[in-house]
C-alpha cells in the first residue's frame, strides 16, 4: 500500500514539473512572439503597440496585413470548439487553422521584401522567422500584387480599424480593358401608323404698334475753335534728289548711249524680160 502511494506521489509530482516547465516555455514563447511581433507591426504603420501583446487579437491584426479577413481567427476557434472533438473534423479544422497563418504570413513577407521560400522556415520555425522579420533592415511595401481571393467575401478583407492602415493588396484587382461581353441582337422597336395631321389655318397674330419715337431736335452749329483732336501735318523740308558722291569714292562712268538702228536695206532689182528672137531666113510671115 505504501509503495503504491509512493509511486502514486511521484507521478502526479511528475505531472506538476512538466506542467510548469510547459507554462514557462509556453510564456516565453509568448512573450518572445509578441515582441518580434510589435516590431513587424511598427514597420507596417500600426499604431498602438499594445495590439500586439493582447491574445487573439494579435493574431487577427496579423491575418489583416496578411490580406486574409480577420474574423477568419474567430470562425476558425468557435468550429474548434464545437466540432472538435470529432477525430476527423477535429484534425482538419486544425489543419485549416494552421494554413491560415502560413498564408498569412507568406502575404506579410511578400510585403517585407521576401521571398515566397521564406514561408518554409516559418513552418518548421516560426519564432527565427518573426525575429528576422523584425529586426533586420526591410522596409513595409504593401503596394504589391492583389491577393488570388481578394474577390471572395469571405476570405478577402473588407474591415477597416482605426489605427492599422488598409492595404492596398487586399482590394480587388481592377479588370483588364477590353472588349466586353458580345451583346445580342435587338429588334428594332415597332413603328405604328400615325394619321397624318389634318391641315389648318392658324390664327394671325395681332399687329402691335408701338409709340413713335420723338423726334430729335437739330443740333446748332459750333463755329470757333476746331477740334482739339485734329493737328494739321507739319511741313516737310523739301529732299534735294542729287545726292554728291561719297568723300573718297570714284565717280562712276558716263553711260554710252545706244548705237542707233541701220537703215533697212533697199528692194531687189525686177528681172529683165527675155528679147523676142529674130526670124529666119527662109521663114516669112504669112500674109
Known amino acids: ?3 503504491y502511494g509512493y509511486d502514486s506521489g511521484v507521478g502526479v509530482a511528475a505531472i506538476l514539473i512538466g506542467t510548469l516547465v510547459y507554462l514557462v516555455f509556453a510564456i516565453g514563447f509568448y512573450v518572445l512572439a509578441s515582441i518580434f511581433m510589435m516590431k513587424i507591426f511598427d514597420k507596417a504603420g500600426v499604431q498602438g503597440k ?14 489583416k496585413l496578411g490580406d486574409l479577413s480577420p474574423w477568419l481567427v474567430l470562425i476558425a476557434m468557435g468550429a474548434s470548439i464545437v466540432l ?29 521584401q521576401k521571398s515566397a521560400g521564406w514561408v518554409v522556415l516559418y513552418v518548421f520555425l516560426s519564432i527565427v522567422w518573426y525575429g528576422i522579420n523584425a529586426f533586420d533592415g526591410s522596409r ?3 503596394n504589391i500584387a492583389p491577393a488570388p481571393w481578394a474577390g471572395n467575401g469571405f476570405l478577402g478583407d473588407r474591415t477597416v480599424w482605426q489605427g492599422i492602415p488598409v492595404q492596398p493588396s487586399a482590394a480587388p484587382a481592377a ?3 477590353g472588349y466586353g461581353a458580345p451583346q445580342g441582337y435587338q429588334p428594332p422597336a415597332a413603328q405604328g401608323y400615325a394619321p397624318p395631321q389634318q391641315p389648318g389655318y392658324a390664327q394671325p397674330q395681332a399687329p402691335q404698334f408701338g409709340q413713335p419715337a420723338a423726334p430729335q431736335a437739330p443740333q446748332a452749329p459750333q463755329f470757333g475753335q476746331p477740334q482739339q483732336g485734329f493737328q494739321p501735318p507739319a511741313p516737310q523740308a523739301p529732299q534735294p534728289s542729287f545726292q554728291p558722291p561719297a568723300a573718297g569714292q570714284a565717280p562712276a562712268a558716263p553711260v554710252t548711249p545706244p548705237a542707233p538702228p541701220a537703215p533697212p536695206a533697199p528692194p531687189a532689182a ?4 527675155p528679147a523676142p528672137e529674130a526670124p529666119a531666113d527662109g521663114d516669112k510671115p504669112s500674109e
Open 50 to 63: 499594445w495590439r500586439a501583446w493582447v491574445p487573439i487579437y494579435n493574431g487577427m491584426v496579423f491575418l
Open 175 to 177: 479588370p483588364a480593358a
Open 1 to 3: 500500500m505504501n509503495d
Open 140 to 142: 513595409w511595401n504593401p
Open 84 to 112: 472538435g472533438w470529432i477525430p476527423v473534423i477535429g484534425w482538419l479544422l486544425i489543419l485549416a487553422t494552421a494554413a491560415l497563418w502560413v498564408i498569412a504570413a507568406w502575404r506579410v513577407g511578400l510585403k517585407l
Open 270 to 273: 525686177a528681172p529683165d524680160a
